[in-house]
C-alpha cells in the first residue's frame, strides 16, 4: 500500500475484518445466496425471494460490501458459463465466505467504452500471459480473486476479441494501489499486472466470446446494485427525527419528504419487476438500467434531503459532537455522487432505455 495511504479510512461498509465477521455468520446459516441451487451452497429459492432478503438486510443496514459482486453477478456468471469444475471450484468459496471476488472490467482509458479495452491475455501452451491494468476496482484492498476481460484476439473487431478469466489475485506479477474516494476512504483501487501466469482453467467460456458473458454480468449488476430498502430507511428515520423535532421543524420539509416516499416505492416496484424477470429464467437489460438510473439518482436527492433536514449539524462528520443521525448524510451526499458512475453512468443507462427500450436510432 502508498504509504501515504495508510491510517486512511476503510468506506464504512468496506472495513475487511466487520465485513468478513459478520458474512461468515451468514454463511453458517447458508443465507449467502438465496436464490442460488442448493447443490453450490444456495437455498434454492427464488430471485424474487432473494430481493425480499436483500431488503430486510438494507434496510438494517447490515453490511453487505463484497457479496453485491460475488453472490449477485460473478456467481450467476459462474453458473451460467462455467463447466461443472469451475463451479465446483469457485461457488462453495463464496457461499462459505472465504473468498471475496473483484470485479476488473474498467482499465485507465476503457469505461463506458468497455469494449477498447486494452489489458491482454496471450497464450502460453495451455496457459495465458496477463499484462496490463484495472482500475476503480471497488473491494480490492481484501479481494481474493477477481473476474476480469481481457483481450486475446487484438486483430478482430473490438467487441470480438475479448475473453472472460477468472484470476487469482495472489498469482506472481499481480500488484494493487489503493485509491481515495472523494469522502476520504478507502474504497477500490488499480491493479497491475506483470506477465501473470493463468492456468487454462481460468478461461471462463470460449475464448473471445467474452464480451456478451460480460453484458450478461453487467445486466445482472445493474440489477443488483441496490435495491429500495436502504431508501426507505433512510425515509423513515429522517420522519422520526422530524416527529420528535416538532411540528415547526417538520412543516418546511412534508412536502420533499412526501416526493421521495412515493419514489421509493417506484424504486421498489422496479426491483420486482427485474426480479420477476430473473425469476422467469430471463435476464433483465433496459429494465435493469431504468432501476438503477432511477434509484442511484434518486439516492443523491434523498442524501441531499437529509442535509436541508439537518441544517449545518447535517454536515459534521462521524466523530463530531454535535452530528446527527450518527453523521450518514454528510458521508452519504459525498459517497452518492459516485452511484451515478459506478456500474455504468447515468447517460450510459438513458442510452440503453433510448435505444433498447424505447427502440429509437443509435
Ligand atoms: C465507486 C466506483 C466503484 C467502481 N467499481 C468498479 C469495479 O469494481 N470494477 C470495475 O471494473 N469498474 C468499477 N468502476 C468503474 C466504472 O464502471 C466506470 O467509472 C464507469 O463505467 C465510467 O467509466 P469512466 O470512469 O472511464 O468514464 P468515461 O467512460 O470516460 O465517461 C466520462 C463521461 O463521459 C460520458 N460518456 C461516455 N460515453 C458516453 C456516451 N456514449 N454517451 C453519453 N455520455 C457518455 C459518461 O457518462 C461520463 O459522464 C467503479 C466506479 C466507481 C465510481
Known sequence: MRPELEGFPYAEE?????????????????WIAPAWPAEYGGMGLGAV?????????????????????????????????????QKRRHLPGITNWDVVWAQGFSEPNSGSDLASLQTTAVR???????????????????????????????????????SYFLLDLSSPGVTFQPLLNMAGRKGFGQFFFDNVRMPP????????????MATTTLDLERSNIANAGA???????????????????????????????????????????????????????????LLKLFLSELDQRISATGLAVLGLHGALMPGSPYERLHAQFALTYLTT?????????????????????LGLPR
Request: proline fraction near 4%.
Open 337 to 357: 455522487v459516485c452511484r451515478t458512475i459506478a456500474g455504468g453512468t447515468s447517460e450510459i443507462q438513458r442510452n440503453i432505455i433510448a435505444t433498447r427500450g
Open 201 to 212: 482453467g481460468a478461461l471462463l467460456g470460449e475464448a473471445n466470446r467474452g464480451w456478451y
Open 124 to 162: 502460453d501452451g495451455d496457459d495465458w500471459i496477463l499484462n496490463g491494468s484495472k482500475i476503480w476496482t471497488s473491494h480490492g484492498h481484501y479481494a481474493g480473486w477477481m473476474y476480469l476481460l481481457a483481450r486475446t484476439d487484438s486483430e478482430a473487431p473490438k467487441h470480438r476479441g475479448i
Open 49 to 85: 425471494e432473494q430481493l425480499v432478503f436483500g431488503e430486510e438486510m438494507s434496510y438494517a443496514r447490515a453490511p453487505n460490501g463484497a457479496r453485491g459482486p460475488a453472490v449477485g453477478y460473478a456467481g450467476p456468471t459462474i453458473i451460467m458459463y462455467g463447466t461443472e469444475d
Open 231 to 289: 431508501a426507505r430507511r433512510t425515509i423513515d428515520d429522517l420522519c422520526s427525527f422530524l416527529r420528535d423535532s416538532g411540528s415547526k421543524a417538520a412543516a418546511p420539509h412534508r412536502a420533499r419528504l412526501a416526493a421521495h416516499a412515493v419514489e421509493v416505492q417506484v424504486a421498489t416496484m422496479l426491483s420486482y419487476r427485474v426480479a420477476s424477470i430473473i425469476a422467469g429464467g430471463g435476464v433483465p437489460n433496459q429494465e435493469a438500467s
Open 14 to 30: 468496506e472495513e475487511p475484518e466487520r465485513l468478513r465477521a459478520f458474512n461468515r455468520k451468514l454463511a453458517e446459516k447458508g
